[in-house]
């Protein structure tokens, strides 16, 4: 069973930065993909950006592109989305999610099984 626990979202103002941090158990972290994912209300849950296991390859929604960087530490159990330029349209609860296959562009939310309860991020203009 994999759990996923999000930290890090907040408040604050555009131009700001966060570091969303996800702590992985119940599995080997390395043999994972992991995906950052956003939902604002009313609208679909959206990939923000996706690691392979071994954190080599990344790969970005066009709209975070040069602002955010995901990241893994895989001694550590913990993937991290670091989110710079922040943007009132970057509002969403975001999610962390953990799947046992080869990353790959265009993944979406039904590629992964596992999931954490999501931290709320909120940017101010």
């Known amino acids: 069973q994999v759990q996923l626990v999000e930290s890090g979202g907040g408040s604050v103002q555009a131009g700001d930065s966060l570091r969303l941090s996800c702590e992985a158990s119940?599995?080997?972290?390395?043999?994972?993909?992991m995906g950052w994912f956003r939902q604002a209300p009313g609208k679909e849950r959206d990939l923000v950006a996706v690691?392979?296991?071994?954190?080599?390859?990344?790969y970005y929604a066009d709209s975070v592109k040069g602002r955010f960087t995901i990241s893994r530490d895989n001694a550590k159990n913990t993937v991290y989305l670091q989110m710079n330029s922040l943007k009132p349209e970057d509002t969403a609860v975001y999610y962390c999610?953990?799947?046992?296959?080869?990353?790959?562009?265009?993944?979406?939310?039904?590629?992964?099984?596992?999931w954490g309860q999501g931290t709320q991020v909120t940017v101010s203009s």
């Open positions: 690691i392979g296991g071994s954190g080599i390859l990344t």
């Open positions: 119940g599995h080997t972290f390395s043999t994972h993909t």
């Open positions: 999610a953990a799947e046992k296959m080869i990353v790959r562009r265009k993944l979406g939310p039904a590629d992964f099984g596992s």
